[in-house]
């Protein structure tokens, strides 16, 4: 013997009522989860970095974040000087332009306050230890490096990550990692993990530098029009292609990375930088050409930090800020 049910009205509604719960929670679940790829990324002009007298007129200056502290620290090469800005664009502190500290190529920032200037000579390169003023606390020499990083290193980039100081020396293609004092714990030849012979490493190499907060490095390489993530498995992803229209590369310069993955890529000769996210997937673009206050000429090194991204430009046009949004 057998018996069927017969659904009454209120089963049906119950029926309804269920459905639209489990709806309801897929919803929430999707809106959860997704905002990563479809939220919108849009960038907007704040200032351009400025002491009392204005807007500081510089060309194609290194940049660095500052570990959390709120402040941009500016190399120029020009002037052999180390500027300071606080988190309003204002330049609070300035030194190295007396000589003591030689031709500064680059500055790095511990979340301590100890600053590593990165200066460099035609055949050697040197890290001199300064505090927060700017005074030499002494030499940071460079210990226990292997044989391939001992001949011909000339390391003309610095970075602080972690406890670690990144050294990377762009035409060679070569990053070591060190402590704080210099001793040497891990390096990488780029160039030969990507498959380069001699030829064309020579013929290429690096442009922008950065290592993100997973321990990524990121970079770019102009002649080949693409960027690269290599992950601390040694993992290598690469994107980009040449083009002048809004995602594709021409002559690309800094590259740096945020805390939501985003990827920041300068095109200098297209002055725009764009936006990738984590999956590398162009989002947008913003800068172009112009003497407007939110234009870029010529967009080399990149510094993001809290949501700002610092961007140095040539002719004189100094370092832009923009804040970034998603919604």
Same mark, same amino acid.
């Given at each position: 013997?057998?018996?069927?049910?017969?659904?009454?009205?209120? @089963?049906?509604?119950?029926? !309804?009522?269920?459905?639209?719960?489990?709806?309801?929670? +897929?919803?929430?679940?999707?809106?959860?989860?997704? *905002?990563?790829?479809?939220?919108?990324? !849009?960038?907007?002009?704040?200032?351009?970095?400025?002491?009392?007298?204005?807007?500081? *007129?510089?060309?194609?200056?290194?940049?660095? #974040?500052?570990?959390?502290?709120?402040?941009?620290?500016?190399?120029?090469?020009?002037?052999?000087?180390?500027?300071?800005?606080?988190?309003?664009?204002?330049?609070?502190?300035?030194?190295? @332009?007396?000589?003591?500290?030689?031709?500064?190529?680059?500055?790095?920032?511990? &979340?301590? %306050?100890?600053?590593?200037?990165?200066?460099?000579?035609?055949?050697?390169? =040197?890290?001199?230890?300064?505090?927060?003023?700017?005074?030499?606390?002494?030499?940071?020499?460079?210990?226990?490096? &292997? *044989?391939?990083?001992?001949?011909?290193?000339?390391?003309?980039?610095?970075?602080?990550?972690?406890?670690?100081?990144?050294?990377? @020396?762009?035409? =060679?293609?070569?990053? =070591?990692?060190?402590?704080?004092?210099? =001793?040497?714990?891990?390096?990488?030849?780029?160039? +030969?993990?990507?498959?380069?012979?001699?030829?064309? !490493?020579?013929?290429? %190499?690096?442009?922008?530098?950065?290592?993100?907060?997973?321990?990524?490095?990121?970079?770019?390489?102009?002649?080949?029009?693409?960027?690269?993530?290599? $992950? *601390?498995?040694?993992?290598?992803?690469?994107?980009?292609?040449?083009?002048?229209? &809004?995602?594709?590369?021409?002559?690309?310069?800094?590259?740096?990375? #945020?805390?939501?993955?985003?990827?920041?890529?300068?095109?200098?000769?297209?002055?725009?930088?764009?936006?990738? @996210?984590?999956?590398?997937?162009?989002?947008?673009?913003?800068?172009?050409?112009?003497?407007?206050? %939110?234009?870029?000429?010529?967009?080399?090194?990149? +510094?993001?930090?809290?949501?700002?991204?610092?961007?140095?430009? $040539?002719?004189? !046009?100094?370092?832009?800020?923009?804040?970034?949004?998603? #919604?």
């Amino acid at each position: 013997m057998s018996f069927q049910h017969k659904h009454t009205p209120h @089963d049906k509604g119950k029926t !309804r009522k269920i459905r639209l719960q489990f709806l309801l929670v +897929a919803l929430v679940l999707t809106v959860l989860s997704g *905002p990563a790829r479809g939220e919108t990324i !849009r960038a907007s002009y704040l200032y351009t970095l400025s002491d009392f007298y204005g807007p500081v *007129p510089c060309n194609w200056v290194s940049l660095t #974040d500052d570990a959390g502290r709120f402040e941009t620290y500016v190399a120029d090469v020009a002037d052999r000087s180390v500027r300071v800005f606080n988190s309003s664009g204002m330049e609070v502190y300035r030194f190295g @332009d007396d000589g003591t500290s030689g031709t500064v190529s680059a500055v790095a920032v511990s &979340p301590q %306050g100890d600053i590593y200037i990165l200066s460099r000579k035609t055949d050697h390169s =040197a890290i001199t230890r300064c505090n927060f003023r700017g005074e030499p606390q002494g030499k940071v020499e460079l210990k226990g490096l &292997p *044989p391939e990083f001992a001949r011909d290193f000339l390391p003309d980039t610095i970075l602080y990550r972690q406890g670690n100081l990144y050294l990377v @020396d762009r035409n =060679a293609m070569k990053v =070591a990692v060190t402590d704080l004092n210099g =001793a040497f714990r891990s390096g990488d030849d780029l160039g +030969a993990l990507l498959g380069f012979d001699e030829k064309k !490493r020579r013929d290429s %190499g690096i442009s922008g530098f950065s290592v993100d907060r997973k321990g990524d490095y990121l970079f770019t390489i102009p002649v080949f029009f693409s960027a690269y993530v290599v $992950s *601390p498995d040694k993992k290598v992803r690469i994107f980009g292609e040449r083009g002048g229209t &809004p995602g594709k590369f021409n002559v690309v310069g800094g590259i740096a990375a #945020d805390d939501r993955g985003n990827i920041y890529v300068a095109d200098t000769l297209r002055c725009v930088v764009m936006v990738f @996210d984590e999956n590398l997937k162009f989002r947008t673009e913003f800068g172009y050409r112009g003497l407007g206050p %939110g234009n870029l000429i010529a967009p080399m090194d990149l +510094a993001v930090n809290n949501d700002m991204v610092y961007v140095s430009q $040539s002719r004189a !046009r100094g370092v832009s800020v923009y804040r970034i949004f998603t #919604d």
